[in-house]
């Protein structure tokens, strides 16, 4: 299995009445690891991308993701040299993993806003990793934050969260630790 563990960063318009019509979110940032069949990291892919929708970063993704406007605009690349990027570095078949079930859809909803063929398989089928490890954690009761399943799990914190590679290498981690025998 081609199993890729997928994070995004994304920007928001300043206030609602803003909001560019089919984009709520435009995708800032991909990280993704490749796991093989052991679970062990075999790959990583990770990018900026340069926003041209909300190029005012919303304060509170300046405050959480650690990513400046200078920077984006930087190491940025346009959204559809990121994509052809990565869907290239996923390869055949990719089954996705994401920490929450928001990352995938707006990916496919940027894709759609640029005007890119849709690359993903209809209906996109992907684990929910957030929701697995609610299910097999806290009998589906409550979904928690990955810093906080990352505490819980004692897993070593040596790197940010918040960004995207990184949260997608923690959310591996935490993949690592889920009883596969009950899904």
């Known amino acids: ?12 318009a300043q206030t609602r009445d803003r909001e560019a019509p089919g984009l709520t979110f435009e995708v800032i940032e991909i990280g993704a690891v490749r796991l093989d069949e052991h679970g ?20 509170r993704v300046r405050e959480v993701v650690g990513i400046s406007m200078k920077q984006l605009e930087a190491e940025g690349i346009p959204f559809l040299d990121a ?12 089954v996705f993993f994401t920490w929450g079930d928001m990352d995938l859809t707006e990916l496919q909803r ?51 969260f918040h960004q995207a590679f990184d949260d997608a290498c923690y959310t591996a981690m935490v993949m690592e630790r889920l009883d596969w025998e009950k899904a």
Do not use: H
């Open 1 to 12: 299995m081609n199993s890729i563990v997928l994070d995004l960063e994304w920007n928001q």
């Open 40 to 59: 062990n990291q075999t790959d990583s892919f990770s990018c900026l991308i340069r926003p041209c929708v909300y190029t005012e970063l919303f304060y």
């Open 83 to 94: 994509m052809e990027r990565f869907w290239k570095w996923c390869g055949k078949d990719p």
């Open 110 to 160: 940027n894709v759609a806003y640029f005007g890119l063929e849709n690359p993903f398989p209809k209906p996109l089928l992907y684990y929910d990793v957030q929701k697995l490890y609610s299910l097999f954690r806290e009998e589906g009761k409550e979904k928690k934050a990955l810093d906080t399943a990352v505490k819980e799990l004692g897993l070593k914190e040596d790197r940010p």
